[in-house]
T-cell receptor, first 116, second 113 residues
């Protein structure tokens, strides 16, 4: 069965420092991986995706993610954090992988707190 | 292009009642998925509709149902509400064939008392 793990409930980082939010996955076949961000009382906003190709994926608001097949990881990164990046971040994998269906399996989420 | 819209944004119901939530996808998107978000269970997939057909369903009781109309708008219904149904219900739309990322609406916050 497909699953996603976000090992950290919360990540604290100082403004201007690089940030990493971790995600590991377990799927059969090639994974379709996504990162979403959720601000209070809002829906989820799409940040970036990995479908195939280059292992380093660039997304919105300066975020990027590195796909590592051998470690089954898809960590979210940003070179310089902003206070406005403080939010709840979700990693997700799409499954099942036949028929083109759109069921996302989410991790539990990681709260990112960026301190001035 | 307008985003995904959901109505109502907030809803308070009593146990035993039923509720209908509505979702209008991004124009041109043919797939609509529904998710439930709770503090305890996180984000869980409810079902997906494509061209008025349910083609995937999550592990929820039969009290949860949905449908999609010819204009791709979707509704979900929960009958015989329980306290545990209190949650944020999120709708997401995808282009369909060839589209991968899902775009989410702001959600409907359902409170069951």
């Amino acid at each position: 069965a497909q699953s996603v793990a976000q090992p950290e409930d919360q990540v604290n980082v100082a403004e201007g420092n690089p940030l990493t939010v971790k995600c590991t996955y377990s799927v059969s076949g090639n994974p379709y991986l996504f990162w979403y961000v959720q601000y209070p009382n809002r829906g989820l906003q799409f940040l970036l995706k990995y479908i195939t190709g280059d292992n380093l994926v660039k997304g919105s608001y300066g975020f990027e993610a590195e796909f590592n097949k051998s470690q089954t990881s898809f960590h979210l990164k940003k070179p310089s954090a902003l206070v406005s990046d403080s939010a709840l971040y979700f990693c997700a994998v799409r499954g099942p992988f036949s028929g083109g269906y759109n069921k996302l399996i989410f991790g539990a989420g990681t709260r990112l707190a960026v301190h001035p | 292009k307008a985003g995904v819209t959901q109505t109502p944004r907030y809803l308070i119901k009593t146990r035993g009642q039923q509720v209908t939530l509505s979702c209008s996808p991004i124009s041109g998107h043919r797939s609509v998925s529904w998710y439930q978000q709770t503090p305890g269970q996180g984000l869980q997939f409810l079902f997906e509709y494509f061209s008025e057909t349910q083609r995937n369903k999550g592990n929820f009781p039969g009290r949860f149902s949905g449908r999609q109309f010819s204009n791709s708008r979707s509704e979900m219904n929960v009958s015989t509400l329980e306290l545990g149904d209190s949650a944020l219900y999120l709708c997401a739309s995808t282009l369909g064939r060839g589209g991968y990322e899902q775009y989410f609406g702001p959600g409907t916050r359902l409170t069951v008392t």
